[in-house]
């Protein structure tokens, strides 16, 4: 893994090898400036050159993944887990408000008539959402001169498959254009199975009337159906099998597929903000998936599929082996007050025999954040990477790490050894 280098003056410069960076570190030529990620800081001066790293940003409503690549490697991998626990406080939040109004205290005002909702308002939990993706491309500019700043934005693109119908894109496996078609047939039959309905499972691309029988590899000829229907199907035609709704059914185009959800939108927009517009480019999911399975040849993950939506199509990159992984957290507790009627004062202190909240801890040989503290009894301890409990261990066992920056954990983590290649076009999605 490679070490950050900031120039004299702070600015981000090319990462370098360990060996350098210890060499510099030994000849007091450098200093630590961040231990997660690791990064030095030059105490000469130095040309300023670097070479350009793009940025890929896999957004995602759970986990979000971030890839910087520069001259064909893959400079930073990185899986960061989103906070899921905001709309919950807020309805916390309006309910106390709320009972408030009917018990024997100040009154609280119902505010109902300054309510206004601005042009590009997100609800709060996607905007904390949004906003984590767009900190988290902050995080990397911050050690890297990135230059540009890859987003994925929908499956396929419209524009491309204005006329997928009637257009000369045809179905071909492993193909960036039968990738395309696919995530296309995908949108039309609602990623389920034309037939049985099913979803969940593996899709393949289906002939209506079959090759066999004369049929094309139009799309209008094409539908998404599971393995045992395709098989039970046979060498008949839809209709033969049952469904001629189905068969003219097929013959409607998509309508509306220029479908982005809201915190894709808002991420794009909030890049090109803080960046430059010039510098954010938006990606389609087809070809992320074309250059992930076919040209790199990696399982999918969140951060697989930000290193191949960092990279040009086509172009070939060796990915990290060990990545970081980040877990948004709140950055305190904000309750005042707690009990039935809200008749006790939080005074839960900040530190609990010295210990935070979210710290990094090693606990019987395992490592995870303090997710809840005892004042006589144990701490719980989650794991960072599935935020699931761990451990119960007393705080005098356990072992510090790091402590809770910028309002999420950092840990690193060894990623998946390189797999057998996935289904090619037949994958589930
Ligand atoms: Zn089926």
Redesign the pocket.
């Known amino acids: 893994m490679k070490v950050f280098v900031l120039s004299h003056s702070g600015k981000p410069l090319m990462p370098t090898t360990p060996r350098r960076a210890r060499i510099f570190l030994k000849t007091r030529r450098a200093r630590v400036v961040s231990r997660e990620p690791f990064t030095i800081q030059l105490r000469f001066e130095t040309t300023t050159h670097t070479q350009p790293v793009t940025v890929g940003v896999d957004t995602g409503s759970q986990t979000v993944g971030i890839a910087a690549t520069a001259n064909r490697q893959v400079v930073f991998q990185a899986e960061m887990h989103l906070r899921t626990d905001i709309s919950g406080k807020l309805i916390q939040r309006r309910q106390y408000r709320r009972t408030r109004r009917s018990r024997k205290t100040r009154y609280r005002a119902a505010r109902w008539a300054n309510r206004r909702k601005s042009s590009g308002w997100l609800p709060p939990s996607l905007r904390a959402k949004a906003e984590a993706t767009v900190k988290a491309v902050r995080f990397v500019a911050r050690v890297l001169p990135i230059s540009q700043i890859n987003v994925e934005i929908g499956s396929f693109d419209t524009q491309k498959m204005q006329n997928p119908e009637v257009s000369g894109v045809s179905y071909q496996q492993g193909q960036l254009q039968g990738y395309l078609l696919r995530e296309y047939l995908l949108a039309k039959w609602q990623r389920q199975?034309?037939?049985?309905?099913?979803s969940g499972?593996a899709l393949q691309v289906e002939h209506l009337i079959p090759k066999s029988r004369g049929g094309s590899d139009r799309t209008s000829n094409l539908v998404i159906?599971?393995?045992?229907?395709?098989k039970r199907k046979g060498t008949r035609t839809a209709a033969e099998f049952g469904y001629p709704e189905i068969q003219a059914q097929a013959r409607r185009p998509l309508k509306d597929a220029a479908h982005v959800s809201s915190i894709k939108t808002a991420v794009v927009s909030l890049l090109a903000q803080q960046f430059g517009a010039e510098r954010v480019a938006v990606r389609y999911g087809y070809e992320t998936k074309y250059q992930r399975i076919q040209v790199l040849n990696l399982p999918k993950s969140h951060a697989y599929d930000a290193v191949a939506i960092a990279c040009a199509i086509g172009e070939v990159v060796k990915p990290l082996t060990t990545g970081y992984q980040l877990r948004c957290v709140p950055r305190g507790h904000y309750q005042l007050y707690n009990g039935k009627h809200s008749e006790h004062k939080v005074w839960a202190p900040q530190k609990v025999k010295s210990w935070k909240l979210y710290e990094l801890v090693e606990a019987k040989g395992q490592i995870g954040y303090i997710a809840g503290r005892r004042l006589t009894g144990a701490f719980v301890v989650k794991d960072g990477r599935s935020g699931k409990a761990l451990a119960e261990v007393t705080p005098r066992k356990l072992l510090r790490l790091a402590r809770c920056v910028g309002g999420w954990i950092i840990t690193r983590f060894p990623f998946p050894h390189i797999t057998g290649k996935e289904g090619g076009a037949s994958s589930p999605s």
């Not at 199975?193 to 099913?198: D, G, K, L, Q, W």
């Not at 159906?225 to 395709?230: D, F, R, S, T, V």
């Open positions: 199975c034309a037939y049985c309905h099913t499972v159906a599971c393995e045992p229907c395709n």
